[in-house]
């Protein structure tokens, strides 16, 4: 059977999440496969912009309206459901992230379809569609199956492909009246950005992240030393943050930083998909943990089952040594 | 200010997780429960507002894992009543089907406030706070790492949390629906002598959970463990030989001079 | 000779005495009168029983006073002469001032003088030459060599003077005497009085001694009213102090007997007896130079802490008695007096009270400030954690309690589960043994030397907990019952002689308050039931030739007195043992009890108390090991050596891995096949 798949796009300050190309390159390849199509959802205001990136897709559907100038959860959430009404997708793929925790459940309930969140992979196969779930913190994997009935999916960044989704192509743009948003009652007021004068660390090209499994606050100045002789800057997961052991600018993950670097030294850090988001893409990745299930073995490309504590000493001394003139 | 927390006992994943024999469940025989992080800043988030500005907190709970323990020490940390919703729940439940006792339960209520995590580490169809906002026409705002109660207009300021350190601020109308990142202080400490003292002086209210289940819209097939992707390769031997051949890798990638 | 016979001012002078010693008696004794009621009002707690070892606690501590011989420096140990002669000066004055005084207020009362009892007069004359002496020494060391911890008051100033004024008095009395009558009081011998008898002319001599003798009965009254409302009260409260003093195993913690969760922390939140330790102290400051957190620029000094108590009871006294001990609204809370970051800085070492003069009790103060900050959950986040972790898992590191065991992995033999098999000893892990991957070879070393020694011994497995000892020391009260209450419950199911123990903060919780909770098993340290097995042959070793000192983990040392077994081990397995100048009761803590291991250091503090303590062994210059018997201390050392730079210098055992290795020398790994 065809599956027509819907994909609903996030963008914050001006710009498209990555997200939205890698769920739209996997919605390509599955409709190209099914012989369906997809269409990609874009709301907002003054964006057409944004909607010309998106070329890949069959058509997208682009409802532009002053009210949804800035992600508004409860506007977006009746302009969605309006639109898949409409449409009547046989799948619908929503980012798992701060704006598509809002919207995706809330829908399903609306909508009266199954949703399935955290999904990691996704296939189609004998007209249903297999989603593959991340669950109980990357520990566990969970595989359902699920009608091609306007089933809603939620997909965590870094599963697909980006590049997929980023094909030059001329976009197919059809506009969509707005209706029914006059009285929210939720206003959009401000952005708050983390202003300070710490260090960018999504500039910095060496990262070493520390997470629950630093222990204690002094722990840290090793850490900060091997960072110092490494050239690089100390960051971390959430609960290290929230200890106060970091400022909130070190933060990576969901509700942190999304970085790139060409090393991430992963310290302690088990890999909760919340934290995976921020790192994913760093250019070579080695964890150090003293669980050797931990998830964040899933993605490094060299794992070290020890304590931090034995190994980092180790390798700032070998850092040290090999930086002293022979 | 009344406000109502939703709180859900989850998996601890101190405990190795097991998959059972039927292949779909975790094994229960290993299983340990503990607060969901989330739900635990959201009791957090609903005693520091009532501190500020006076009411109830009501804490809701389904009859899952140590519920009680859960509930018992809500109410020692200075909530003001706690509902354990009993029915069976032995193999967990679907976030549909738990929204949907909510709305049973809290039908008639009044309160102004409704707090709970963002979501939990086993929510597979999404997080039910969300989905009681629908049922209840209420609006809902997740990842919410601050809230500032205006109770002369009626409103909430809520800070939301999005990548790369940003925060939207919002404000939503009372009565909402709030899922919590994080409260805006870590959740507090209450001693056990005070969790003992609760349990031989107060009382959970019990009632049936009420609500259809919502069965068979997600059908589970398989529940395996991630194999240790082969990205990774293994460094092995003494803290030395590892930091000798890490040093070789980052050599290898440009790194470190 | 009546001195008061004569009439000044047309009233007789006995008279004007009389008014005289009315007005500061009376002072003196409302404020005595005004600190028995405020002790009255605290709670009560039983310090009567041992009468035969608080009689001997006074005769040392009052009459001979050894505490205040300080070994660690000249500066410090020259008091202990110097206030021992004060003292007993000051015995001999106050006798003679009472004696004085009811001859002068009874005029005509047939006794004599007592300068006119040649041996009195001697005596009085050398104590207050020998006393104007040791002043000057006390002055000098307190204003111009300025040791640390010793406070420059105006109050000390007084005293310092005032004492002297009634030794000066006293010796020109005497003198005058001598000048007017040409000679001393017949037979005796007053070297000092006639040395500054040449001062005074004969004629002027009689009517100098009479302004002498009205001075120094005017000084001493005043004195004596003025004593009370000074720090020099601890003259009259430390002798009670001291007799009142503990006389219980300091590793027994009372139980929290605050009377409700809630409420505010005032006074009588105390008993008398804690109450009674500010009133006691003389503010001497050995508490803060023998105080690790001190040391280390931590916000804590036990001397600050207990004074602060002083001023509470003096700010909030009065307010207290005039509200009668009711009206709760009235009640002053503690305010300032204990500051979070002080009291949380405390490392419960112990150190504080071991070196203080007049046995006073600190800790039992911190443990009451920090069970009400725990109530009312003002633990800091790590603390929080580890709490939670100990409430959850039954241990501080939030692993399973399934995974307390994993550490016998790969052990060659089998470790009998005593849940499940009669054992003679029951070893109790601790968590630090079980978890810490940098301890848990030294936990297999200990189970190696058990098994070569064909001890028959079990372990309680999962079903182990933290033992509370830090979890009460922290002031979590009920955390502490709990694993008592788990551990015991566990302990009760096992068929056993006697438990071991690798860890000493178990050890003496175990040792001295499980009994409270139902254990009667006698409980032995690892380093006592190692070293009965290398005597009784059933561990044969081969001596090794090494040089080690040892640190007295505070828990093992000054709680429990284990002060002789591990060193009797380490020289019995050949260790040649060179000693750190603070060792035994002197042992300086590592910094990591009462919690302290799992709280933050203040930023910007200075020396941690485990480097201090490295840098310690490493000035030895001949030593290659510290060697410990505590697994925090290992922990401990270990980064300290790091931070400090001594990796190289030194290395950080166990006693346990010294004997496996002289074990493993004698016979290798023979048994083990």
Known sequence: MHANILVIAEHLKGRLSGIVFEMLGKAHALATETGGGVEVLLMGHGVRALAEELGLASRVLLCDHPALAAYTPQACLDVAEQVIARRAPDLVLIASSSMGLDIAAPLSVRLGVPHVSSCRDLRITAGRAIVTSQMYGGKMLVES?????????????????????????????????????????????????????????????????VGRGIQNRENIAMVEELAAIAQGAVCASRPVVDQGWLPMTRQIGRSGMIVKPKLYMALGISGAPEHVEGMKDAELIVAVNTDAQAPIFGIAHYGVVADIADVVPALTEALRNAHAPA | MNIVVLMKQVPDLVEELEVDAGGTLLDRAWLRFITSEYDDHALEQALLLKEQHGGTVRVLALDMGEADEMLFTALAKGADSAVKLSGDFATGID??????????????????????????????????????????????????????????????????????????????????????????????????????????????????????????????????????????????????????????????????? | MDLTAAPFLGIPEYALLWALSAVCIGLFALRIAFFVRIL?????????????????????????????????????????????????????????????????????????????????????????????????????????????????????????????????????????????????????????????????????????????????????????????????????????????????????????????????????????????????????????????????????????????????????????????????????AMNGAFPPDAVWACATCASCMEHCPVRNEHLPLITRARRRLVSHGAVDAHLRDTLTAFARYGNSFGQSERARAKWTQGLPFRLKDARKEPVDVLWFVGDYASYDVRVQNITRAVATLFDRAGLDVGILYDAERNAGNDARRIGEEGMFEMLAEKNVAALSHCTYNRIVTTDPHSYNTLRNEYPDYGLSAPVVH????????????????????????????????????????????????????????RNRRDGYCCGAGGGRIWMEDRPGSGERPAESRVREAVALGDVTVLVSACPKDIVMFQDALKTTGNEGALAVRDVAELVLQAAAAFAPAAQEV
């Open chain 3, 40 to 332: 009255r009002l605290a709670k009560p707690e039983s310090r009567l029983h041992h009468i035969g070892k608080r009689l001997r606690m006074v005769m040392t501590d009052v009459l001979v006073q050894p505490r205040f011989f300080d070994r660690t420096s000249a500066v410090h140990a020259i008091v202990w002469p110097v206030h021992l002669v004060i003292f007993w000066g000051f015995v001999c004055y106050a006798v003679t001032f009472g004696w004085s005084l009811v001859k002068g207020l009874v005029p005509g009362l047939p006794i004599p003088w007592p300068e006119e009892i040649p041996i009195v007069a001697t005596l009085v004359d050398l104590f207050g030459g020998i006393v104007l002496v040791a002043l000057a020494i006390a002055a000098f060391r307190r204003y111009a060599l300025r040791p640390r911890g010793v406070k420059r008051t105006v109050d000390a100033g007084i005293i310092l003077v005032l004492i002297a004024l009634v030794m000066l008095t006293s010796l020109a009395g005497a003198a005058a005497g001598i000048a007017g009558r040409g000679e001393a009081t017949p037979e005796a011998w007053l070297p000092f009085a006639g040395m500054l008898a040449g001062l005074f002319t004969p004629s002027g001599a009689p009517a100098l001694q009479h302004a002498f003798w009205w001075s120094h009965m005017g000084i001493v009254l005043g004195f004596l009213a003025y004593l009370p409302y000074s720090k020099h009260f601890h003259l009259l409260a430390s002798p009670f102090g001291v007799f009142l003093g503990q006389t219980d195993a300091i590793g027994k913690m009372r139980a929290d007997d605050s009377a409700e969760v809630e409420g505010r922390f005032d006074l009588r939140d105390f008993t008398w007896r804690e109450l009674l330790t500010p009133l006691a102290c003389a503010e001497c400051g050995r508490c803060d130079r023998a105080c690790p957190s001190y040391n280390s620029g931590e916000a804590l000094s036990p001397q600050d802490l207990v004074h602060g108590l002083k001023e509470h009871v003096l700010a909030a006294g009065p307010l207290l008695l005039r509200a009668n001990g009711g009206a709760a609204a009235l009640r002053p």
């Open chain 1, 145 to 209: 199956h699920l009608d091609l009935r306007g089933a809603i999916v939620s997909v965590l960044p870094g599963a697909f492909p980006e590049d997929a989704g980023r094909i030059a192509r001329e976009a197919v743009i059809e506009a969509l009246p707005v209706e029914g948003l006059d009285a929210p009652h939720m206003r959009f007021t401000r952005l708050i950005e983390q202003s300070g004068t710490d260090i960018d660390i999504t500039q910095t090209p060496v990262l070493i992240a």
């Open chain 3, 526 to 581: 690892h380093t006592e039931l190692l070293l009965d097995l290398v005597r009784g042959g059933a561990l044969r070793v081969s001596p090794l030739s090494i040089r080690a000192t040892y640190h007295d983990p505070c828990y093992l040392g000054r709680y429990n007195g284990v002060y002789d077994a591990p060193r009797a081990l380490l020289r019995a397995v050949g260790v040649e043992l060179a000693e750190m100048p």
């Open chain 2, 95 to 257: 976030s549909h089907s738990a929204a949907g006792i909510y709305r049973h339960a809290l039908e008639g209520a009044s309160f102004d406030l409704i707090l709970t995590g963002v979501q939990a580490i086993d929510d597979l169809d999404g997080p039910a706070g969300a989905m009681l906002a629908t049922h209840l026409g209420l609006p809902y705002i997740g990842v919410v790492s601050g809230i500032d109660v205006d109770t002369a207009n009626g409103e909430a300021h809520v800070r939301k949390e999005y990548p790369g350190g940003l925060l939207a601020e919002f404000t939503v109308d009372l009565p909402a629906v709030i899922g919590i990142q994080a409260a805006m202080q870590p959740p507090r400490y209450v001693p056990i002598s005070r969790i003992r003292q609760t349990m031989k002086t107060a009382s959970i209210d019990e009632t049936a959970a009420q609500g259809e289940r919502i069965a068979g819209a997600i059908s589970v097939e398989r529940m395996y463990k991630p194999e240790r992707a082969g990205s990774a390769t293994m460094l092995e031997g003494s803290a030395d030989s590892i930091a000798e051949r890490l040093l070789d890798i980052l050599t290898e990638h440009g790194i470190g001079r």
